[in-house]
């Protein structure tokens, strides 16, 4: 198992840049496929990016393609999210998430993550 812990949200002007941190437990953090997924209210959680266990791919929702970068240290046992050029419709609560199943992944399916973090806010003013 693994758990996750998300840090880095917080209010920003539209434009601003935040990075996003999530944490990992476990010494096999580097075996799991990790992806970043987002929930307005009102809204369901949506794929925002995901990345490969060695970095080595990266995927992104056309929403944030060009302004989001997903990065990890697999030697900290850390996925990040850059996070440039924001705009207000970026306002919503990131998830971290953990792959937890074998078999073929689809990064932006919400069904193939087993592990999640709590979320942290993220509000982009206009």
């Known amino acids: 198992q693994v758990q996750l812990a998300e840090s880095g949200g917080g209010l920003v002007q539209t434009g601003g840049s935040l990075r996003l941190s999530c944490a990992a437990s476990?010494?096999?953090?580097?075996?799991?496929?990790m992806a970043w997924f987002r929930q307005a209210p009102g809204k369901e959680r949506g794929f925002v990016s995901a990345i490969s266990e060695s970095g080595g791919s990266t995927y992104y929702a056309a929403s944030v393609k060009g302004r989001f970068t997903i990065s990890r240290d697999n030697a900290k046992n850390t996925v990040y999210l850059q996070m440039n050029s924001l705009k207000p419709d970026d306002t919503a609560v990131y998830y971290c998430?953990?792959?937890?199943?074998?078999?073929?992944?689809?990064?932006?399916?919400?069904?193939?993550?087993?592990?999640w973090g709590q979320g942290t806010q993220v509000t982009v003013s206009s």
């Open positions: 998430a953990a792959r937890g199943y074998g078999g073929t992944w689809a990064p932006s399916r919400i069904d193939d993550y087993a592990y």
């Open positions: 476990g010494r096999t953090f580097s075996s799991y496929n």
